[in-house]
């Protein structure tokens, strides 16, 4: 196991810090929306990875990485349309019955 050179330290805090938000702002979103819009909109992190990658990083971005990318948005704004207007009707009929 290697210790940390003084200049790692204020990166291995940055990515602590960051991580810990990272979490804070998910929990909030659950606690503010429905699970079923959350989750599919935390599944748009990875193709933003890949791009950071490529641009950061100089990563190769092939087909495949823009196939699942066009894959997950798909998904994620079928998700969005579909839970859209169903999910006002059921909290406007929820708040009706109270």
């Keep these: 196991m290697t210790k940390l ?31 079923g819009v959350v989750v599919p909109l935390d599944f748009m992190r990875i193709p933003l990875i890949a791009v950071i990658g490529w641009w950061l990083y100089g990563e190769r971005l092939d ?10 948005i798909t998904g994620v704004l079928w998700n969005l349309r579909s839970e859209g207007p169903r999910g006002r009707r059921n909290r406007n009929a929820s708040f009706s019955r109270r």
């Design 5 to 35: 050179d003084q200049g790692q330290v204020p990166a291995v805090i940055g990515i602590g810090v960051t991580g810990l938000l990272s979490h804070y702002c998910l929990t909030n979103a659950f606690r503010a929306g429905d699970a």
């Design 63 to 72: 087909v495949f990485v823009f196939l699942g990318a066009g894959l997950i």
